[in-house]
């Protein structure tokens, strides 16, 4: 079992940053791979960024060179550096951690991009 609590979600201006949270109630060298999705409503929850145990990243096209996803090992802390923001990232950003064939997930934190 895999507690995950985010933070940082918030309102920002187009073209502002932003950086998400989610701390993990274990030990993240235990973790597959931590990940962070969106989702808009009545749509389906979309791949973000992820990062493997072993430090590999993946983005979404749509994100990439924008976005920056990192780990403190020490504080079980996953982020998501959320730069050059644009209207179309508005979601509601969830935190996922892969263990071998289970998924788990934090509550969700709400990004607003908007002037």
């Known amino acids: 079992q895999v507690q995950l609590v985010e933070s940082g979600g918030g309102l920002v201006q187009p073209g502002g940053s932003l950086r998400l949270s989610c701390a993990a109630s274990r030990s993240i060298f235990s973790i597959t791979a931590m990940g962070w999705y969106r989702q808009l409503p009545g749509k389906q929850r979309e791949l973000v960024a992820v990062i493997s145990s072993g430090g590999r990243r993946n983005y979404a096209d749509s994100v990439k060179g924008r976005f920056t996803i990192s780990t403190d090992n020490a504080k079980n802390t996953v982020y998501l550096q959320m730069n050059s923001l644009k209207p179309e990232d508005t979601a509601v950003y969830y935190c996922?951690?892969?263990?071998?064939?289970?998924?788990?997930w934090g509550q969700g934190t709400q990004v607003t991009v908007s002037s």
């Open positions: 996922n951690a892969a263990v071998l064939q289970s998924n788990y």
